[in-house]
Nanobody, 115 residues
């Protein structure tokens, strides 16, 4: 079983930056995919960024060039650096891990960018 704990959310003005963290209870080398999702109020959860165990990365078109997914393998932590934030980025951000046939979710962290 993999436990995921997100942190780093908060209130930030438009144009500002935040870095979200996702701490895993196991080595991220053992996790096939680690992804960041977000769920704006009244909307479905959407994929924001993804990282494979081999280090490949992918991003949603809406965040390309602004968000960066990275990792600190020694800390079993994956980060989401978010720059040039705008009100449309306001959402609860979730960390997601896939290991074999199992899927795990964190509890989420709120990001609010006032308009």
């Amino acid at each position: 079983q993999v436990q995921l704990v997100e942190s780093g959310g908060g209130l930030v003005q438009a144009g500002g930056s935040l870095r979200l963290s996702c701490a895993a209870s196991t080595s991220i080398f053992d996790i096939d995919f680690i992804r960041w999702y977000r769920q704006p109020p009244g909307n479905e959860r959407e994929l924001v960024a993804a990282r494979t165990s081999m280090g490949s990365k992918a991003y949603a078109d809406s965040v390309k060039g602004r968000f960066t997914i990275s990792s600190d393998n020694a800390k079993n932590t994956v980060y989401l650096q978010m720059n040039s934030l705008n009100p449309e980025d306001s959402a609860v951000y979730y960390c997601n891990a896939i290991k074999g046939s199992y899927t795990y979710w964190g509890q989420g962290t709120q990001v609010t960018v006032p308009s």
